[in-house]
């Protein structure tokens, strides 16, 4: 099973954070934080190439899970 998941680094704490969603990672940082807001994260697409600027690198990819056994 895939789920998508967003990688961000903060760069003046130099943290790795693992948020589910983009509305999720505005729900821990604020856009001053982040240095943009979310409609302009779901525009710029981060299907094929990382959101980067003095603040942050934000990643999209994918969380692989092991299948349920069935009971």
Same mark, same amino acid.
């Given at each position: ?5 967003y990688h961000?680094l903060?760069k003046e704490?130099n943290k790795?954070? +693992? ?5 999720a990672?505005?729900?821990?940082f ?11 994260l779901y525009? +710029?697409?981060?299907e094929?190439?990382?959101?980067e600027n003095e ?17």
């Open positions: 099973m895939k789920s998508t998941i961000v903060d704490t790795h954070h +693992y948020f589910g969603s983009i509305v990672i505005f729900s821990f604020c856009q001053f934080d982040i240095g943009t807001t979310p409609s302009k525009r +710029y697409g981060l094929n190439r990382p959101f603040f942050v690198t934000i990643r999209k990819g994918e969380l692989l899970r092991s299948r349920q056994m069935p009971k």
